[in-house]
């Protein structure tokens, strides 16, 4: 019986670390000469994501994949580890 309740206290535990750490992060490169942030949403909650100006970097996204990123010039769904090329507020997924 010990045995039993301490595995299931320790499955609740990795069950708990898991979702509290899901994130999507991806590399961009934004040719770009302002900011742009748009909105996203991951696993139905809505955030939003800024990739800054003339840079390349990565961001990540709090919230399980996919996500998607309503940009200026459309959706865009991310699940994690892609590279984005940002150009004239249009992004491509490499």
């Known amino acids: 019986m010990k045995t039993q309740l301490s595995t299931m206290a320790l499955v ?3 069950l708990a670390s898991s979702a509290a750490s899901a994130a999507v992060t991806v590399r ?16 139905g909650v809505k955030t ?5 100006r003339s840079q390349t970097a990565s ?3 709090q919230g ?8 200026d010039a459309g959706a865009v769904v ?13 992004v491509q997924v490499k």
Do not use: M
């Open 28 to 43: 961009y490169y934004n040719r770009d000469s302002r900011d742009h942030t748009w909105s996203a949403v991951c696993s």
């Open 78 to 90: 991310l699940r994690g580890g892609e590279d984005l090329d940002i150009k004239d507020g249009k």
């Open 48 to 52: 939003r994501v800024t990739f800054g």
């Open 64 to 71: 399980s994949g996919p996500c998607t990123v309503q940009t």
């Open 59 to 61: 961001v990540t996204i």
């Open 12 to 14: 609740a535990a990795l």
